[in-house]
C-alpha cells in the first residue's frame, strides 16, 4: 500500500481570510488533521481554520500535544509520541495536514513533526502563509522594511537584540525582558493580531505589564521610510 503524505500547513496569524487558497484545500483533502494541542477547543490553529473550512468538525482529529517547557526529556517523549502516531495513519495510505499558526517555516509547532517524519523516509510538503510580523505590520499601517533595511527576528530566549541594526521583530515577549521600555527607535506592537481580543501597542507596553504569548513588536524603521 502507498503511504500517506504529511503536509504542515499554515494557517496564518489569526484572521482566516488570511488563510491560502491552497492550505484550504489541503485541509479539505485531507484524511486528519493534525492539532498541536490535546482538543479542537484548546487549540489556536483549529480555531482559525474552522472558520475558512467548517468541513474540518468532520474530518478525524489526531491531537499532538506540545507542551510549553524547556524540559528537554518531557519535548522529546511528546514528540516522538506525535510522530508515532502520525506515521501510524501515514502508513494505513491516509494524508494528514499538520496545521499550524502563523507560517510553518517560522517557530512553528509542526517542524518537530514534519523534520523528523521526513528524515524516516515519508512524503512530507509545506504550506506556507502569512508569518504573524508580515500581518501585524500590515495591522498596524506601516511598511515592515524597505530599501536597504535590514530585518531580525528575535525569539523569545534572546535579549542581545539592542545592538543589531535595522528593524528588529521581538516575538513572544514578556513585558521587561527586552527592555522595550525607554528606548528611543520607534516602537509598536500587536497582541493576538486578526482574533478578537487584538490588542494594538503604538509604543512600548508599560512595564511589568502582563502580555499574551501571541504578542509581537516591532522596533524601528518606520520612522526613516
Given at each position: 500500500m502507498k503511504t500517506g503524505?504529511?503536509?504542515?500547513?499554515?494557517?496564518?496569524?489569526g484572521d482566516p481570510e488570511l488563510m491560502t487558497l491552497k492550505a484550504v484545500r489541503i485541509i479539505k483533502e485531507a484524511d486528519v488533521i493534525a492539532i498541536p494541542a490535546e482538543s479542537r477547543e484548546k487549540c489556536a490553529a483549529y480555531g482559525i481554520a474552522v472558520k475558512a473550512v467548517p468541513e474540518m468538525e468532520k474530518k478525524k482529529i489526531l491531537p499532538v500535544p506540545m507542551p510549553m517547557t524547556r524540559d528537554a526529556g518531557r519535548l522529546k517523549e511528546a514528540h516522538e509520541r506525535g510522530i508515532k502516531a502520525v506515521t501510524g495513519l501515514l502508513d494505513n495510505g491516509l494524508d494528514v495536514a499538520f496545521i499550524t499558526i502563523g507560517d510553518a517555516g517560522v517557530y512553528s509547532s509542526c517542524q518537530y513533526i514534519c523534520q523528523p517524519v521526513k528524515k524516516l523516509g515519508y512524503e512530507v510538503g509545506f504550506i506556507s502563509g502569512v508569518p504573524s510580523f508580515c500581518a501585524?505590520?500590515?495591522?498596524?499601517?506601516?511598511?515592515?522594511?524597505?530599501?536597504?533595511?535590514?530585518l531580525h527576528v528575535i525569539p523569545s530566549a534572546d535579549d542581545g537584540w539592542k545592538e543589531l541594526g535595522g528593524v528588529k521583530v521581538i516575538m513572544k515577549?514578556?513585558?521587561?525582558?527586552?527592555?522595550?521600555?525607554?528606548?528611543?527607535?520607534?516602537?509598536s506592537g500587536v497582541e493576538n493580531c486578526g482574533r478578537e481580543n487584538e490588542r494594538i501597542f503604538t509604543g512600548a507596553p508599560k512595564p511589568g505589564e502582563r502580555l499574551g504569548y501571541y504578542s509581537l513588536f516591532i522596533v524601528g524603521g518606520e520612522e526613516n521610510q
Open positions: 503524505k504529511l503536509y504542515g500547513v499554515s494557517v496564518g496569524p501585524a505590520a500590515a495591522r498596524l499601517g506601516r511598511p515592515l522594511v524597505s530599501g536597504n533595511d535590514s515577549p514578556s513585558a521587561g525582558a527586552f527592555g522595550l521600555e525607554g528606548i528611543s527607535e520607534n516602537v
